[in-house]
C-alpha cells in the first residue's frame, strides 16, 4: 500500500500532481531544459510573458550577479501573440504534455484582453497568468500593479475576453499587497501570483555607474525570499482564492515555507538559471521532506501560519 504524502493540489479547477513549477520569464519555452529532464514531472509550466507585438527588450547589459540573488533588466523581450501561437506552443506541446499556464503582458487593459482572447480555447492552457508586475519596462508593468483601480480593471478586462481561470502576477513594490490582491479578486480574479522582481540598483564602483544599462533592475533569489513570504501571507489572509508563492524558492523546504504561509502552489525562478536541475530536484526531495515532517497532504499545512 502506498503511503506516500499526497503532493496534489487543486489551482482554480485544475489538478496538479504536485505544487512545482517554473516561474515566467526563467524557462522560456521548456526548449532549453527538455534534454535535462522529463518536463513531465513538472506541476504545470508558466511561458514567458508574451505582449501583442514583439519586443527586442532592454538594452544590454542587463543581468547582473549580486549577493544571495541576481538582477535583470530583460525588459519582456519575447517575439510576440502571433509568434507565440503559431510556433512556440506548438514546440512546447511536442515536448510537454502537461498543464500551460500563459504569461500575458500589456500597456493598456484593452491589450491585456486582446491578449486573453486570442489564447483563450488553446490547447494545453489552462489559465493565464497576467503580469502587472514587472519592474523593467517604462509602460505599464509595476505601474499598474501598484494601483489598486487599474489592477482590478485590468482584471476585469481579461475576465471579460477569456473562459480560463486568471491568475494576476503582483508586484512586491508597494505599501499594501493585500489592497492590491483585493482589488484583482474584486474584479474576477481566481487566483493571485506573488512575488515579482524588487526594483533595486547596483554599481560598478570603478565605473562610476549602474552595472545594467537600465539604471533599475529587479532582484531575485533567497535575498528576497522572507519577504516574499511575508507578503504570501498577507494576501492569502485577504483573499478567498488561491495564491501562487513565488520568491527566493530552491529546495523542498522552500516550498514548504510558502505553502504555510498560504500558497496553494508554488513557481521557482532564479534557481532555474543557477541549476537546471532544480525543478525535479526539489519534486524529488519533497515528499521525503513532508514524511520527515510528518505532513501528510499539502492541504493539512495550507496557511498554517
Known sequence: MDMRPDMKVDLAGTELHNPVMPASGTFGYGQEYKDYFDLSILGALVTKSVTWEPRYGNPLPRIAECSQGMMNSIGLQNPGIEHYLEEDLPMLREIYYGPVISNISGSSPEEYGRLARAIDGQEQVVALEVNISCPNVKDGGAAFGADPEISRRITEEVKKNTSLPVFMKLTPNVTDIASIARACEEGGADGISLINNFKALKIDLKARKPVTAMKYAGLSGPAIKPIALRMVNEAFHAVDIPVIGI??????????????????????????????????DIIKELPKRMEELGIESLDEIRGVI
Not at 257 to 279: F, H, K, R, Y
Open 247 to 280: 520568491g527566493g524558492i530552491s529546495n523542498a523546504d522552500d516550498v514548504l515555507e510558502m505553502i504555510m504561509a498560504g500558497a496553494t502552489a508554488v513557481q521557482v525562478g532564479s534557481a532555474n538559471l543557477v541549476d537546471p536541475w532544480t525543478c525535479p
